[in-house]
């Protein structure tokens, strides 16, 4: 139950790591490092699910992003939490802007509604059902060409070879990127989301700024039929976006169109090439594809999102002060135990696939529709082309746990 009363100005600095406000119980706190945690080189999601077992929602002081924030654990807080704007704001959630001692928000991730809603409906057209439908023929010739590359070898590094260069390479052409400056961007992106150093953050989240405004200031000048024209030539009611929320937009589409399809390839490839009898069963009975990618986007969510509470509230059972962070990892409500039987196993045949990868509420991701058409491809094609598939003799993949969850290094190999 939620006082209307006292509203807040919001801060964009997040409290200092270690910190623990007066109204924390002490058995609540509850110190929680996934991004250092030696187990999440292994599998991160690991590492959430045992923090199941203690309270349904504790107190983090050592979040190297945020400081101290909440943490819940439980699907039906997440959800409840997801869904209440009026409760609980995005605003300054990211952060990027405030790295550089900026104050613009992305777009329309960090504005509440109404703000964020009508923003919401300038850009849903833009990744609707039959723009990625008219995509679709190039998505799959994308994933033909990388996969006819590295067939001929028996092997290859996949996030290298695949992972990263299959989504990075269709959102870059939406965009209208340049292809010679991939390795670039994927430099800044990485720094950007999972470099613990703050200067080095900073400098990467400049970086991204710079190129950004030269590429808005250049299709106003020459637009072109791509996604950053059709950005900086929109309007509503009838007046153009001002500088601040075209930078927004274009951060926004670029740090989300970098990074989360590729992270979800790397964790659902590696799986399949452990997991023999699954890869099996995808071969032998492909129009199941689309509902093992939702089974393992459930297993594999990789989003960690943070939202501020604008009044006293009450989530579960734990009362929360106005100005409070909260830490929300989507793999909490995916892998929930009070919702999914055996929730770290994989199983083609579950029923209930009701996952948060996605978010919950009225920042649902808008490019989902995209996103799955990428995850589907890559399997139907890779599956179709490329012989049973493994982990190289040897090799051991390397996965991380910082900002969103993701595969440093996965060399398959296949006879």
Known sequence: MADPEPQIAFQRRWPAPGYTP?????????????????????????????LHDGPRTFWNPDNFMFGGTWVPTRAEDIRFILGRPDLFSNRFEAGFSGLMGEDWDLVPL??????????????NPLVSPPVVAALTPRVIERAVELIEAVLPDGECEFM??????????????????????????????????????MAVKAQAASAIRDYLLTLAADRRANPIDDLTSKVVTAT???????????????????VGGLDT????????????????EDQALLRAEPERIEQAVEE????????????????????????????????IGDAFASLDPHEFENPLKVDFDRKNVRHLAFSFGPHFCMGSHLARRELVVALREWLAR???????????PIAHGSGVFGVDKLVLSWA
């Not at 960090?110 to 850009?123: G, I, S, W």
């Not at 459930?298 to 604008?310: L, W």
């Open 261 to 276: 399809v590729a992270s979800s390839l790397g964790f659902f490839f590696r799986h399949l090439a452990e997991n023999p």
């Open 160 to 197: 290298d070879a695949f992972g990263r260069p299959f989504p990075v390479g269709i959102f870059m052409e939406l965009m209208g990127l340049p292809s010679d400056m991939t390795d670039q961007f994927n430099e800044w992106e990485f720094n950007l989301l999972h470099d613990p150093d």
């Open 22 to 50: 007066d109204h924390v119980p002490a058995d609540l706190v509850r110190p929680f490092d996934v991004a250092n945690d030696p187990e999440s080189l292994r599998c991160p999601f690991s590492v959430i699910s045992k």
């Open 296 to 327: 393992m986007l459930r297993r594999f969510s990789v989003v960690m999102v943070s939202r501020q509470c604008k009044v006293d509230v009450e989530v579960g059972g734990i009362q929360m002060k106005a100005g409070d962070w909260i830490n």
């Open 236 to 254: 509503i009611d009838g007046r153009l976006l001002d500088d601040d929320k075209v930078l927004g937009i274009l951060y926004l589409l670029f």
């Open 386 to 396: 490329v012989p049973p598939f493994r982990v190289k003799e040897g090799e051991i």
């Open 110 to 123: 960090e504005l509440d509604p109404p703000e964020h809603t009508q923003y919401r409906k300038l850009l």
